[in-house]
């Protein structure tokens, strides 16, 4: 059974700063990666999908690395800013297509 | 296109009463998923389907749980009789099978009393 966890569990940092969000996963029999951003009381917003064939997949100040051996990902978030403040989850997806979340990286961005 | 659709938002219900979810996926897509979120668990997937079939229900805590999908375009949770305990906030999520990307809705929160 696929078990995923987040490193650190919360964060604050100040705004500017680069930050790393840790994510490592026990089955490295994966399909593929995707990093979710949830919001306090919200939904569930995919912000990355890295295939199980890709290395690293960016998108604006966001950029997501895979190391799907060592069962490893990292989100890579540059120059934050306070609207980056949310909960971050990582989930691989199972051949099947069924996601295994973490527990997330509670990321509080202070002005 | 107006996203996955879930109703109601909120619901909240006394234990015993049975309390039925709903889910519009994303038009064309054929993969729908229903997880649970609490503070305990965090996020599980319940059920999914591909192509209005049932896949995998092993997530479904136990019979009082039951989940359809009649056609395409809609599917129901249902739990009869609620208890406490289910009280969470209920996702569903639908993609393509070639696209990979799940998509989620608002969620439903559900406070059984």
């Known amino acids: 059974k696929q078990e995923v966890t987040q490193i650190p569990a919360a964060l604050s940092v100040p705004e500017g700063e680069n930050l790393v969000l840790n994510c490592s996963f026990t089955?490295?029999?994966?399909?593929?990666l995707q990093w979710f951003r949830q919001d306090p009381g919200k939904g569930l917003t995919s912000l990355l999908l890295?295939?199980?064939?890709?290395r690293e997949q960016t998108s604006g100040r966001l950029n997501a690395s895979l190391d799907k051996s060592s069962g490893r990902s990292t989100l890579y978030i540059a120059a934050s800013q306070p609207g980056d403040s949310a909960t971050y989850l990582c989930?691989?997806?199972?051949?099947?297509?069924?996601?295994?979340f973490g527990s997330g990286t509670q990321l509080t961005v202070l002005p | 296109d107006a996203g996955v659709i879930q109703s109601p938002r909120h619901e909240v219900t006394e234990m015993g009463q049975e309390v039925t979810l709903r889910c519009k996926p994303i038009?064309?897509?054929?993969?729908l998923f229903w997880y649970r979120q609490t503070m305990m668990r965090g996020l599980e997937l319940l059920i999914y389907?591909?192509?209005?079939?049932?896949?995998?229900d092993s997530g479904m805590p136990e019979d009082r749980f039951s989940a359809k999908m009649p056609n395409a375009s809609f599917s129901t949770l249902k739990i009869q009789p609620s208890e406490p305990r289910d009280s969470a906030v209920y996702f569903c999520?639908?993609?393509?099978?070639?696209?990979?990307?799940?998509?989620f809705g608002p969620g439903t929160r559900l406070l059984v009393l």
């Open positions: 999520a639908s993609t393509l099978g070639t696209e990979e990307t799940q998509y």
């Open positions: 089955d490295s029999a994966i399909y593929n």
């Open positions: 890295i295939q199980s064939s890709q």
């Open positions: 989930a691989p997806t199972g051949s099947a297509r069924q996601l295994t």
């Open positions: 038009s064309g897509h054929d993969y």
């Open positions: 389907f591909n192509n209005n079939v049932p896949i995998d």
